[in-house]
């Protein structure tokens, strides 16, 4: 009986190793996918690129406009995450009401080194053509770097990809970063859509109160961002404070509307 036990429990340590190993062939355990949120970070607005007309330039230069910035980390071989990613943005792009150049921009950066610039530029022109997307023609950034630049990028958002070189792609976490005039990273989205309403708020929220109009800046205060829902929704204590805000509002002018009526009747 000691024996059988002892052959059993060699049979299912044996298998324990042979499922493990079978494990990390598929998912490596040394190279997760995940995005670690690094809110209230900056990213380092020194790190060099190669824009769309082949010159080399910093993200600095690409921030002089003092506009909150969407920024996606992508490659444009990907055989079908990184399409969902950008399929997505640019439908909520095409929908979003805020003037692009004036009140937001975006920056995508290919994860790929090996990718050229001119591959970059053609993805781009099927976005702005597939999508009717020309108002942000010279707003949308596709930048191509070196390793070492994308990775300096990719540590600052904390994302966490990995190339997996049995299947020559690159594996990585559906997620863009919303980014604050001054580099400062504000908000994540997660997934392959994105609502046009989340997409404006995050903007808004980045902007501090710099872009959009005063009714924007009203429908901003009424929600919060819920992480575990991943949208913006309503908060009902504001919600209220706002509404009675307006009810004061209302009597006030109904009163001094009263009082001028009266007072007319009363001179006359």
């Known amino acids: 009986m000691i024996k059988k036990n002892n052959l059993l429990l060699v ?3 044996l298998n324990h190793l042979l499922f493990s190993q079978t494990l990390k062939e598929q998912f490596p355990a040394d190279s997760p996918i995940d995005v670690i ?5 900056y990213i380092p607005l020194d790190t060099i690129f190669i824009d769309g007309s082949g010159e080399t330039v910093t993200l600095k ?8 910035t969407i920024l996606t980390l992508n490659y444009f071989e990907c055989p079908m995450l990184c399409t969902l ?7 909520s792009i095409e929908k979003l009401t805020l003037n692009a150049g004036e ?6 950066i290919d994860i790929n080194p090996n990718e050229s610039t001119a591959f970059a530029n053609q993805k781009k022109k099927n976005y702005i053509a597939g999508y009717n997307l020309k108002n942000i023609k010279n707003d949308w950034h596709f930048l191509t770097g070196d390793q070492e630049s994308i990775k300096k990028i990719a540590d600052s958002i904390g994302f966490i990809y990995y190339y997996d070189k049995d299947r020559d792609e690159y594996m990585h976490p559906a997620a863009i970063s919303v980014l604050s005039p001054e580099g400062k990273i504000s908000r994540y989205l997660y997934g392959v859509q994105f609502l046009e309403k989340d997409l404006k708020l995050s903007l808004l929220e980045a902007g501090e109160g710099k872009i959009g109009s005063t009714l924007d800046k009203i429908i901003l205060s009424c929600y919060t961002y819920n992480p575990y829902k991943n949208t913006y929704t309503l908060f009902a204590t504001n919600v209220m404070r706002f509404g009675g805000i307006l009810t004061i509002i209302f009597l006030g002018i109904a009163i001094v509307g009263y009082w001028k009526n009266d007072h007319n009747l009363f001179r006359g």
């Open 11 to 13: 049979f299912l340590f």
């Open 37 to 41: 949120e690094q809110l209230g970070d």
């Open 61 to 68: 230069d690409l921030f002089q406009k003092n506009i909150p």
């Open 85 to 91: 990613v950008l399929n997505g943005l640019a439908e």
């Open 103 to 108: 009140e937001y921009q975006i920056i995508t």
